[in-house]
């Protein structure tokens, strides 16, 4: 069973940064994209950025562009989460997610959840004002 595990979640303080990790980890599976979501209280899961595996284009919804960079490591099989200027509307609970087959790159496709075969656990984020 193939397994993404987040870390690098935390407390931090507005206008700070921080880095999350997401690592594969279990049964190898082929992975045409993988993404962060994330999730505040009281509110629906929505998409932070997508990255391609094999040349490491990225996808980011307008709302996130500027202060999130998403990159990876094919080696060791990681996705990293890079945010800037942090602020308290930041603070949620963070998922990477893995797209086996590319049926979600495409426009409109992208932030749809059911895309995504394989999910983590979660890591918080909460941001202090």
């Known amino acids: 069973q193939a397994q993404l595990i987040e870390s690098g979640g935390g407390l931090v303080q507005a206008g700070g940064s921080l880095r999350l990790s997401c690592q594969a980890s279990?049964?190898?599976?082929?992975?045409?994209?993988m993404g962060w979501f994330r999730q505040a209280p009281g509110k629906e899961r929505e998409l932070v950025g997508v990255?391609?595996?094999?040349?490491?284009?990225?996808y980011y919804p307008d709302s996130m562009k500027g202060r999130v960079t998403i990159d990876r490591d094919n080696a060791k099989n990681a996705m990293f989460l890079q945010m800037i200027m942090l602020k308290s509307e930041d603070t949620a609970v963070y998922y990477c997610?893995?797209?086996?087959?590319?049926?979600?790159?495409?426009?409109?496709?992208?932030?749809?959840?059911?895309?995504?075969?394989?999910w983590g656990q979660g890591t918080q984020v909460t941001v202090s004002s």
């Open positions: 279990g049964r190898t599976v082929s992975t045409y994209s």
């Open positions: 997610a893995a797209d086996s087959d590319g049926s979600g790159w495409y426009p409109g496709r992208l932030d749809q959840e059911d895309e995504y075969e394989y």
């Open positions: 990255i391609r595996w094999s040349d490491g284009k990225t």
